[in-house]
């Protein structure tokens, strides 16, 4: 016959449940996750081809973040000026760092200038969301 759990030991176990986030953010640091969405078209037609992210990624993002990053294709959404949905293909870039950081601040606003620039760009969607991490 198996006894339910005296009150007692609940009442430690929902102790213990409770401490448990606590318990574990003391071994993360506090951090910012940047992720960057860079459309591709310029106008109606697709201006930077998978070849041409490869590049940028290689001469601009490496070397303006060589600590590592994540990206992916994904598609996007959004209202243009004459109130109508326009879709678009889209990069994702997703980078973490240390939150307060002058030096990947600097970093980020170089990626995206860069892209801006070569690429004709109006606009890098920019989204920071603090958070915590272990490595």
Not at 64 to 88: K, L, M, V
Not at 119 to 134: K, P, Y
């Amino acid at each position: 016959m198996i006894r339910p759990p005296s009150r007692v030991s609940a009442a430690l176990f929902v102790v213990f449940l409770s401490c448990a986030p606590a318990i574990q953010l003391r071994d993360m640091e506090s951090v910012v996750t940047e992720r960057l969405y860079f459309g591709r078209n310029v106008g109606s037609a697709l201006a930077v081809t998978d070849s041409a992210w490869a590049v940028f990624l290689q001469q601009v993002v490496r070397v303006n973040w060589p600590d590592g990053f994540t990206f992916w294709s994904a598609e996007g959404e959004w209202q243009g000026s004459s109130g109508r949905a326009i879709r678009e293909p889209t990069f994702v870039l997703e980078v973490v760092h240390a939150a307060q950081s002058a030096r990947a601040d600097s970093a980020i606003v170089a990626i995206v200038a860069e892209y801006k620039r070569r690429f004709s760009q109006e606009s890098v969607l920019r989204v920071r969301t603090a958070g915590n991490a272990s490595y």
